[in-house]
């Protein structure tokens, strides 16, 4: 992928052309998201937000947060959303695309190089709730069985069942 945001060409193959456009808009998507995590705003809305509507594509801009949509967005109805850049497509505003804007500056070139590869934009949810959560403990084992959305990954979501916080804040996997 580096090679390709140096101006290599996309390799020829329809497969792997489509993991190198991937890993680039992952890559955007993520450092949004960690600039979301890191001041703990990655799971409440901000004003200017694109929201998405739970188990949908669908995407709503919400220009003030009211108590409705803070409820909602705590029940789980509704979630703040990150870029996966390309062209076209709704932007934040106000609070949400000053702190998506800042952690994308460092991914211009990648950007660019997406819009002209005519890779349309879109968004995704900035959390996960994993579904049909199901769980078992047997002889130390434990067995965990959920369904994900779309985009979603299970490693990501062990790492979270299995990272711990010791008393003086530093993190690690039990």
């Known amino acids: 992928m580096l090679d390709w945001v140096s ?46 509507l739970d188990g949908s594509g669908s995407i709503f801009l919400a220009e003030a947060i009211d108590a409705g949509l803070v409820a909602r967005c705590a029940a789980g109805d509704v979630h703040p959303t990150g870029p996966l850049p390309g062209v076209g497509g709704p932007a934040p505003q106000a609070a949400a695309a000053d702190i998506e804007r800042q952690a994308l500056s460092a991914y211009d070139e990648v950007i660019a190089r997406l819009s002209a590869f005519g890779v349309e934009s879109a968004r995704r949810p900035l959390r996960c709730v994993p579904q049909s959560l199901q769980w078992s403990a047997e002889a130390g084992a434990l067995e965990l069985r959920f369904a994900l959305p779309r985009g979603a990954f299970a490693t990501a979501v062990l790492r979270e069942v299995v990272m711990t916080v010791d008393e003086a804040g530093e993190t690690g996997i039990d």
């Open 7 to 52: 101006g290599a060409p996309l390799p020829r193959d329809r497969s792997l052309r489509s993991l190198v456009l991937s890993t680039a808009r992952s890559l955007c998507f993520n450092a949004a998201a960690a600039a979301r995590v890191c001041p703990g705003s990655w799971n409440r809305l901000l004003e200017g937000e694109l929201v998405n």
